[in-house]
């Protein structure tokens, strides 16, 4: 089991580490990790790792494993010399991590703008995108609008964690059809609320990293909207950085 320490602090870019694990393929097992593991839409993060001997060790993902340990695969495979035990300083790309925050909240803002249904998303650093449950196309221009108004709203990001009970209670929470809601060890489930407990944004289980504030986000633009499907349509936008 790998501590996920981006799920306490999603802006820690660095860590200290002990090597826990060696996969057959090459890929390293941490006791903690900055690094996010592939999963609910969001790339695995790359980096690199700093060894004890000096050597600077590419990383190229994240993955889950086993017994909810993340594997680190190295970009040019198994590291000779590396040993269960042996501590690491592992370091985020940080501009690319960075990005799928935003993305990632900004495709949250989508979701609470669009009554309907969630059938799929995916997250990259310069373009996403979320598939609706929706017969007829949005127009693109409101959607943009309403986007950055919920943007520069500078609405608080605040993750926490529910019951499976209160979540079933709740049922209206969950806007993704495809997917069931990411529980930790302990079954609870992570939450995501955008903006204040009274009046929030948006509120659903998630188990992705995310800005703290919308503010950072700087802007987004609606790209394509594709039909994909007589009853399903593909949104994708655009990140357009504060500090491109
Ligand atoms: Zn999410």
Redesign the pocket.
């Known amino acids: 089991m790998t501590d996920k320490l981006f799920l306490q602090d999603a802006y820690l870019k660095s860590c200290e580490a002990r090597v826990e694990a060696l996969t057959a393929e090459g890929g390293i097992v941490l006791n903690q990790s900055v690094f996010y593991a592939t999963g609910?839409?969001?790339p695995g993060d790359s980096g690199s790792l700093a060894l004890e001997d000096g050597r600077s060790i590419a990383i190229n993902t994240c993955i889950k494993g086993e017994n909810d340990a993340l594997v680190l695969l190295p970009a040019d495979g198994p590291v000779a010399g590396l040993e269960v035990g042996h501590g690491v300083e592992a370091i985020l790309d940080w501009d690319r991590r960075f990005a799928h925050m935003a993305m990632?909240t900004s495709?949250?803002l989508l979701c609470a703008s669009i009554e309907a249904g969630v059938t799929g998303g995916s997250i990259g650093a310069e373009k996403s995108r979320l598939d609706f449950d929706l017969e007829d196309s949005p127009d693109k221009e409101a959607l943009e609008q309403r986007l950055n108004d919920l943007i520069a709203g500078a609405h608080d990001v605040h993750a926490s964690t529910i019951t499976a009970e209160a979540l079933d209670a709740q049922p209206e929470l969950v806007r993704t059809m495809s997917v069931a809601p990411p529980r930790d060890a302990s079954g609870l489930i992570r939450v995501?609320r955008i903006g204040s407990e009274a009046r929030p944004v948006d509120f659903?289980p998630?188990?992705?990293t995310?800005v703290a504030n919308t503010a950072e986000i700087g802007r987004v633009r609606v790209g394509k909207v594709e039909k994909k499907g007589k009853q399903n349509r593909r949104i994708n936008i655009h990140w357009e950085p504060i500090n491109p």
């Open positions: 609910g839409g969001q990632h495709l949250h995501v659903q998630c188990g992705g995310h």
